[in-house]
């Protein structure tokens, strides 16, 4: 079945000085294993120190917060799918909350990210959720299954594509406010079911993250559920200590 994926986004922490500090910890006391992968996604410039860290181990695995659509170009500021892959990136994020409302991210930018990482030949890790005035509204569900569908729109062959999804509700990133176990296991499987209605049985294969003010108290609760295939972890994931609270677990 689906092995747990345990992911840390680090989010705008821990630059290179910092990034092989951490690594060294961590790797220290995070005896390789099989039955989990963890990922960790760094800030770009952090991702050749995370690469060549994990260089040794297949149980951890280096990624990036975001890329651009285009392969090269006229972009100042932005990276690619290929640079990141080049850089030792194997998967990469695609519409975390923060891109979406910070930076104004769109569903239609979003597909077209999902096709730059499959091309490249990295896994994307799809983020979907939904703001408190949303959930207010009812809209959740709608919502999500909005972004899942125009998400993966643009990239063909899904079924033979490297994929995962991340469920994160705005309200609960950053906030300290968790989803419960239910909450979050009611809209797994909304999702679950729209990827069997897109890919068939492949659609079983796809792990499911949960993310969202998750910690080292409510980890095992979370993952726990047999509709969360994992987590992807913000605040909690920045110091090797507290990361390897919850990537143990
Ligand atoms: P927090 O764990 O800090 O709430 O962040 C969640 C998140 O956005 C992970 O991608």
């Given at each position: 079945m689906r092995r747990p994926v345990l992911a840390a986004n680090w989010k705008m922490n821990n630059?290179?000085?910092a990034a092989k500090t951490f690594m060294d910890a961590f790797l220290a006391g995070y005896k390789p294993?099989?039955?989990?992968?963890v990922i960790i996604f760094p800030p770009a410039v952090s991702l050749p120190t995370v690469a060549a860290a994990?260089?040794?181990r297949s149980d951890v695995i280096a990624g990036i917060q975001n890329i651009h659509w285009a392969e090269k170009g006229a972009f100042t500021g932005e990276v690619s799918a290929p640079m990141a892959a080049d850089a030792g990136a194997r998967v990469v994020l695609v519409g975390h909350s923060e891109r979406r409302h910070v930076f104004g991210e769109?569903?239609?930018?979003?597909a077209k990210k999902c096709?730059?990482?499959?091309?490249?030949?990295?896994?994307?890790?799809?983020?979907?959720?939904?703001?408190i005035?949303?959930?207010e509204a009812g809209e959740t569900e709608s919502l999500v299954t909005r972004q899942l569908r125009e998400g993966l729109s643009q990239t063909p062959n899904l079924i033979s594509v490297d994929f995962m999804l991340a469920y994160e509700p705005v309200w609960a990133i950053g906030t300290g406010l968790t989803a419960s176990a239910g909450d979050a296991s009611a809209i797994h499987t909304v999702l679950r079911s729209e990827l069997s209605q897109m890919i068939g049985t492949r659609g079983?294969?796809?792990?499911?993250?949960?993310?969202?003010?998750?910690?080292?108290?409510?980890?095992?609760?979370?993952?726990?559920?047999?509709?969360?295939d994992g987590l992807l972890v913000g605040g909690a994931s920045v110091e090797a200590s507290s990361w390897l609270s919850i990537a143990g677990i």
């Open positions: 630059g290179p000085t294993r099989t039955d989990r992968t994990t260089s040794g769109t569903d239609a930018q979003c096709l730059a990482a499959s091309r490249a030949k990295l896994a994307f890790m799809l983020c979907v959720g939904e703001t005035q949303q959930r079983d294969e796809i792990p499911i993250l949960y993310g969202g003010s998750v910690n080292s108290t409510n980890a095992a609760s979370l993952l726990g559920s047999p509709e969360v």
